[in-house]
């Protein structure tokens, strides 16, 4: 059967099923979906046909339903796997559909069996679906699903662990409402550190996941400050690039390419790249995939090389990499791809230039956007234009063969060409390589080639319309901007050019160019409008009339947009078929007295007023056409308006109940908003009652250290008083020996005086109670130099117990609670050593005052043996008692 029967059956099929889902019409539908899927039409849905939008239509509110019985589940998904083959369909079966949240509801539904295979199915068609799209959580089973995946990320089973982080990977890239969902979640904690115990795993797919999800949720915050740091980063980027070179498979090398170029977007880290010693190696090994005939492999590389490129320190590395590969650094190749690695990356770069266009991979494209910005950079100021003369010498044939051949898909031609034009115009900002490309380009060529962007401006091809005439506009600008650069060096080329620029149709895509958004475009346009301004035949009057409806077309389309006009119902194909043959007949009419009447005035512009109309005028009809063809389709599409009115009611009726459990969960949302709103304000309350304990604990610990150095000046005092007290024991032990030189001296004037014994007995039993007391003196001194050395035991002491308690200050500062007890107790020992240093001060001030007492009752002493010797007849007049 061919496919469309195939289509209808499987139609009928549905609705036998939707009727009575018994087994055998579920066996049915099996079967018609496996013919389907047979058929291995995997661009079903990008055709844009009616009969297969509604099959899948059907098909995703079956799998949805809760009543659908798992094995037709199972089979609808294999068949919707093969279908999201391309952007184009996955964007029809994420947006048209709502298939994102349909299989989320499915997962949700048997999360309490996870370990089904129809669970690991939808995770793995969602993971397809949700790679390279953003995701918007607007359905609660989106929640419901990333919950799920977190609980079953932490699992210990590989086979479901595998396809949520996958599928987690893909929902936090670029998704801040995922992300801030996750990052409020309780359990986020331990899922990061589940996260960084899977960076250890032995399987390079789980740890490239592992990095994705991590890089997506942590990289701007404390925890990806830390895992990407400069100490960390060398190693994540030799993994990295480890896994690109010698992956498991594409799907992992895809992952790893997105981890580093979202690592590349953030400026430290792209900076730590610069610096990497091994990035040389590591891009010779990269450019060494460019080899492999995979095209999703190669895309993904060029993929990164463009992202490299964005970073500046990057780009001359780059150019080494590809320019002089001999001379880059070589890593030690490994497993199969050493024989890979070998060839050069020159010739493996231009191979990709001439794969196709369209699909999902658009290698051709991606190598010429690389090349543009390589060379540009090899042959800039900075650069060495000889490193890329012979790869230029290589790359002009093969450039030239695209502008040459003819492509049978004009909107990939023109967008292949304008990306040639880049690069050639990159060429010829350098001498070498202009001339060069001067011996390669002809005029011939460049006029053949305007002729064929000409022709698809204007509409001459059956599948232009707006946006082919935008893409060959852009071609033949890039084209005209070649020639004006290659004209002094071309033979006939500056002829060619102005003969191009007095074309009439060339007012189109310069109008377009003018009234363009794009300041490369406006540019562009303005350098070839001045170059044309000064010829004769430039069709000015034409390009002013294109311009004015381009701006006026612009207008309109605001002013829709604004106002949101609702479109009418389509009138019948014969009325409006009618009233645009007419309209164009009365046009013509109108042209035609206009022209009789300006033909009088013998106006120099009739004949461009006249090729403007009429171009005009086979614009109207070809459009008329289209519209009869497009009313045509309409009246073919309301054969089914009945039926889709039908599924619309119930579709807005289960909408009307989403909408009113959404308002339920929009209430419980504000409420746990609420609660929550209400603990975070008790947890900045308590931040700032720690915050000023931390404050109070401080200004304590500043008064700890005034009590401290006030201590240090008391003990200096303390030394000094101790230097003074062994400077008057000193002296005490000097009056001790004068004493005793007086004492024998005493004992001669006793021989001398015995015939005034007599006279002075009562002297000398005062000099012998004055000797007893002077001996009582001697105790008392010895009693306090007692006193004074336990006196510095206990300093001593004091003096160790405050090291000891710095000691216990430093490890008190490590724990807060026990240090108030502390504090005291060093309070309290401070103060004991105080007391103790203000008795000693008052015991040495008594002691002073003692002294000074014996000094005086000395000086008595003195007083009357002077007395005494003086009534003995003065034989020894020299005696010094004094002190």
Request: net charge negative.
């Amino acid at each position: 059967m061919d496919g469309t029967t195939c289509l209808k059956a499987l139609l009928l099929a549905m609705q036998q099923y939707e009727a009575g889902r018994t087994a055998h019409c579920a066996a049915q539908l099996v079967k018609q979906v496996e013919e389907v899927s047979a058929l291995k039409c995997e661009l079903l849905l990008s055709s844009g046909q009616p009969l297969p939008n509604e099959c899948v239509r059907g098909l995703a509110e079956l799998t949805g339903s809760a009543t659908t019985c798992p094995t037709v589940a199972a089979a609808i998904l294999s068949l919707l796997a093969q279908l999201a083959c391309d952007d184009d369909s996955k964007k029809i079966l994420d947006c048209n559909l709502d298939l994102v949240g349909i299989l989320a509801s499915l997962v949700y539904r048997y999360s309490a069996t996870p370990a089904d295979p129809l669970v690991l199915q939808s995770l793995q068609l969602l993971q397809k679906l949700t790679y390279n799209t953003r995701v918007f959580p607007s359905s609660s089973h989106v929640y419901k699903l990333i919950d799920f995946l977190m609980v079953n990320i932490q699992s210990h089973s590989d086979d479901i662990m595998l396809p949520c982080l996958g599928l987690m990977a893909n929902l936090c890239r670029n998704n801040y409402a995922v992300q801030s969902h996750i990052k409020s979640l309780d359990n986020v904690k331990s899922f990061y550190r589940t996260l960084i115990h899977f960076l250890a795993h032995n399987s390079l797919t789980v740890v490239v996941f592992t990095l994705s999800v991590l890089a997506s949720l942590t990289l701007n915050e404390k925890v990806g400050e830390k895992l990407f740091d400069a100490k960390n980063i060398h190693q994540t980027f030799q993994l990295v690039f480890n896994i690109i070179v010698n992956g498991d498979g594409t799907l992992t090398r895809k992952y790893a390419v997105d981890l580093l170029v979202d690592l590349l977007q953030n400026p430290k880290i792209a900076d730590y790249l610069t610096r990497y010693q091994h990035f040389s190696a590591c891009v010779s090994q990269v450019l060494g995939l460019l080899q492999l005939k995979d095209a999703d492999s190669a895309a993904k590389v060029l993929e990164l090389l463009l992202a490299m490129c964005a970073v500046s320190g990057l780009r001359p590395q780059l150019c080494r990499a590809l320019f002089k590969p001999a001379a880059a650094p070589k890593l030690r190749a490994i497993g199969r791809r050493q024989a890979e690695h070998k060839a050069e990356p020159g010739p493996a770069l231009a191979q990709w230039l001439g794969s196709p266009v369209g699909g999902a991979e658009a290698c051709s494209l991606k190598a010429l956007r690389l090349l543009d910005q390589l060379l540009e950079e090899a042959l800039g100021a900075d650069g060495d234009p000889d490193d890329a003369r012979s790869f230029v010498e290589m790359l002009l044939p093969v450039l030239l063969d695209f502008v040459k051949g003819a492509d049978n898909n004009l909107r990939q031609h023109c967008e292949r060409v304008t990306h040639v034009n880049d690069v050639l115009l990159v060429m010829c900002g350098e001498a070498t390589t202009r001339a060069l490309l001067s011996h390669h380009v002809s005029a011939q060529l460049c006029l053949s080639q305007v002729e064929t962007l000409l022709a698809g401006c204007h509409g001459d091809s059956p599948a232009a319309d707006d946006a082919l005439s935008q893409v060959c506009a852009e071609a033949l600008l890039g084209t005209l901007e070649l020639m004006s650069k290659l004209r002094q060096q071309v033979k006939d080329m500056e002829t060619s050019f102005y003969r191009a620029l007095q074309d009439r149709r060339i007012a189109t895509p310069l109008a377009l160019a003018l009234t363009s958004h794009h300041r490369k475009r406006v540019r562009t346009g303005l350098a070839l409008l001045l170059e044309a301004t000064p010829l004769p035949d430039f069709p000015s009057l034409v390009l002013a009339e294109s311009m004015a409806a381009n701006n006026a077309y612009r207008q309109k389309e605001a002013e829709l947009s604004v106002k949101r006009v609702a479109v009418r119902d389509v009138p019948p194909p014969g009325s409006n078929a009618s009233a645009s043959s007419s309209g164009v007949h009365s046009l013509a009419e109108k042209l035609h007295n206009d022209l009789e009447l300006q033909e009088r005035a013998e106006d120099a512009h009739v004949s461009d007023i006249i090729d403007m109309y009429e171009q005009k005028i086979a614009a109207l009809a070809s459009k008329e056409s289209r519209l009869q063809d497009v009313l045509e389709a309409k009246a073919v599409a309301l054969s089914q308006a009945d039926r889709l009115i039908a599924q619309c009611h119930f579709q807005q009726a289960r909408a009307e109940a989403e909408a009113r459990k959404l308002a339920g969960l929009l209430k419980e949302a504000e409420r746990r908003r609420e609660e929550l709103r209400a603990e975070l304000g008790a947890q900045l309350e308590e931040a700032r009652r720690s915050e000023a304990d931390t404050e109070e604990l401080l200004r304590h610990n500043a008064r700890l250290q005034l009590d401290s150095e006030e201590h240090q000046a008391l003990k200096a005092a303390y030394n000094s008083l101790l230097d003074r007290f062994n400077e008057s024991e000193r002296l005490l032990k000097e009056l001790q020996t004068a004493h005793a030189d007086l004492s024998k001296q005493y004992e001669t004037l006793k021989k001398n005086q015995q015939t005034l014994q007599t006279q002075h007995d009562k002297t000398v039993s005062l000099l012998r109670e004055k000797e007893k007391e002077i001996t009582s003196l001697r105790s008392d001194v010895r009693l306090k130099d007692q006193d004074a050395a336990a006196l510095r035991g206990e300093l001593r002491a004091a003096a160790d117990e405050r090291r000891e308690q710095e000691r216990q200050k430093r490890e008190l500062e490590d724990a807060l609670d026990a240090l108030k007890k502390e504090l005291n107790k060093t309070e309290q020992a401070r103060k004991d050593a105080s007391i103790k240093v203000s008795s000693l001060e008052l015991q040495k001030s008594q002691l002073e005052a003692k002294l000074k007492q014996r000094e005086d009752q000395l000086g008595k002493h003195s007083a009357m043996i002077a007395m005494i010797h003086s009534l003995s007849g003065g034989k020894q007049n020299e005696v010094n008692l004094s002190l």
